[in-house]
């Protein structure tokens, strides 16, 4: 027979059992933890027709959009979560209630061009708030408390989600007469953690040709820095001369100030006036989420306020606030740091259940009463040696072998053996569950991350 | 603006909050129920090269599939989990431990016709064991009671798996002499349950020109019904006149012999002689499903044994054995026929927290309290009046709430309100909790299904 050769696309991730329970599990903490939040799970198909997909025309994701015709239907897979809940929201407006508060946790598709670390599918990771006509400022604060939750449950330490408010940035433009140029400074500005305020400086006045006056105001606004009441209070001195900004630096007080009922250390959450988020837009709180390890990573966490999330399919005004985690992104990334915790429990079983008597059946009753306690039981039945028997355990990691042979079977016992200690004791198979049972409790906590 | 018609493509399934809800209960069913079993979850590509997915060739599927360029490259969509994992088992073979037991929940896509109930994406949960050049019948066993544990946990009562071995098929058809023939014979025997044995006999006759001897014996062979100990003494009968047969019958037996053990209640599980399967790469036992009070839908969850599941990738010998549950069918099928139970928790949120005080601080850390506690709460700060904030609460089935007025934030209190009684009670926020906590704790407990 002529064989084709098993080969997976490239750019597309595809886990050893291992790690796709290390990754499973980042998935759970995230369910578990906007759940915590009210947020309700949501699930929208990968295809859609290229006229709904595309309803806002695409610029740049256009281009890396995967679009065919099937049949007489053009249809494109999904490069985002926000295009499919605007289309959903707009869809059955009338039979939701808002705030409407959804998480998604699904793939979607850019067909960028092949590198080390960039995904054509991935996993994003998505919460968005949806108010009808408006949205409450204070759901801008509870935003970055989830993504701490979440972060602290997958076992990261050093991170820290920036905010900013897109109200005070173009406000503060709109006060130097500059509006209509914030985009391309906002862009400038956007290099200076990369170039240094100098050059930004320099490339103001080059590139963007704006006055000497103009350009020290702005590199003298992007270098407020320091704690977070320090900065609200530099802000406080604009205060007064414009309306936006005005509004703006409220909204980001309010947002400041929660933060420590919410249950976020100030140290995990950093006032940065140079975060912008590229997209046109958001129109508040922004929000950028770095390893504070690992800066070159950039962003893997990011969102903010938005005024209108489904405009190109209804005119109800749908304002918002979300933020998205860039899933199989941030998961390759710990993999590639070695922060990804291989003491956590990631054999597909607690138990290997090992028969040495013909009948199978009470090694068959003893997994099921294993099983009953909620213990995961691999039953080994394959006619090896032994010694092969205690090696497929080994090589999946699984923590205890229970083994029956003749005199358990007689006696009504099992032997459970640690695996890691060598000890073994017969018992009772019911005993053993719950002895087991309680043992991979403890383990159960084991975070998925491990990080200094 | 002009604006798109926010539609979601026919033959795609997209619910409502509580319909999702009531859909992920399910997956996570699945997940823990083939968990507990020491499978593995794997995740593989939607996208795959068109070479790969389609190595073995297609036939009817190869129609209904998704296929387009992207650039240079010819893709295709996966139609089933069966192929992703032969390739992946293929490519990845020295790296796994055999048995290899892996379960995927996961969409796949088929272009069908649209048509009522039918869909062109949708989930299987699958679950498969591999082995290395052999696996042991035990495996076969072992399938229906994970089948059995998660219909059950389901909530589903009425249902029957039924069994059945090719190799006794096979074997039969060989002693009569129409081993080239059996491939007709059983796409004819398939249709009696709805034309009954008579006009199967007749057609048998008639379009396969049989003889009236082979006629009168297949006939009188599927009419073999009764209790799983009868229809195997039956079947001895048999015995001694077909190798293969008796291989098949031994294996039937075996796995009939271990059924208890495995905890499979005797009325939930059925050797049907009439079960063959039309996929011809099934070479043992074959299993259906069937609802019993709606046996027009057929079988909801389907597989059998195999010889070799990646013969187009690799030259291991790779037999296994798996079952496949068509979940958004099933899912549209039990919406249908009111099955799926309204009384779980579909609500987003365990708790609404309504604060009546300006300042949120003490709000807002009460809500955190409640979420240390592992109380799923929102917080509602829009604008509203009292009334509109409790019908909110309504609609979204919300159980509590949690009232903070100027008394309650100056005492140090919360008053928590039942929505279905509307009991009152003025309490501490962390004994809130603790009581939230437990009152919900019972609730979790309420199946999805709920059949008679």
Known sequence: MERVKPRTLSGFMELLPQRQVQM???????????????????DTPIIESAEVLLAKGGGETEK????????????ALRFDLTVPLAKYVAANYSNLAFPFKRFQIGKVYRGERSQRGRFREFYQADIDVIGDSSLDIVNEAEIPSIIYRTFTQFGLKNFVIRVNNRKILNGFYDMLGLSDRSGDIMRTVDKLDKIGAEKVGLLLHDELDLSQDNVGDIVEFIAIKGGNTEVLEKLE???????????????????????????????????????????????GTVYETTLTDHPEIGSVCSGGRYDNLA???????????????GLTRLFYVLGEQGLLNDDMVTSPADVLVIPMVEDL????????????????????????????????????????????????????????????????????????????????????????????
């Open 237 to 283: 001195e604009y205060r007064g001369k414009n309306a936006l900004f005005d509004m703006g630096l409220d909204e980001l007080t309010t947002v400041a100030k929660y933060l420590e009922a919410f249950g976020v250390p100030e140290d995990h959450f950093q006032i940065d006036l140079t975060i912008a988020r590229g997209l046109d837009y958001y129109t």
């Open 311 to 325: 405009e190109y399919y209804t005119d109800k005004k749908l304002p918002g606030v979300g933020i998205s985690i």
């Open 64 to 75: 890396q959009i995967y679009r065919f015709m099937k049949g007489d239907s053009d249809l």
């Open 361 to 452: 059946t009470y090694p068959i009753a003893a997994a099921t009463a294993l099983r009953e306690a909620g213990v995961r039981t691999q039953l080994y039945t394959e006619p090896k040696k032994v010694k092969q028997k205690f090696t497929y355990a080994d090589k999946l990691g699984i923590p205890y072998a229970v083994i029956i042979g003749e005199d358990e079977a007689a006696a009504g016992t099992v032997s459970v053996k640690d695996l890691q200690t060598g000890e073994q004791q017969a018992m009772p198979p019911d005993v053993a569950a719950r002895n087991i049972a309680a043992a991979i409790e403890e383990r159960k906590h084991i975070p998925v991350i491990r990080e200094k």
């Open 24 to 42: 499973e599990r980042m998935m759970e903490i995230l369910r578990e933890s906007y759940g915590l939040y009210g947020f309700t799970p949501l």
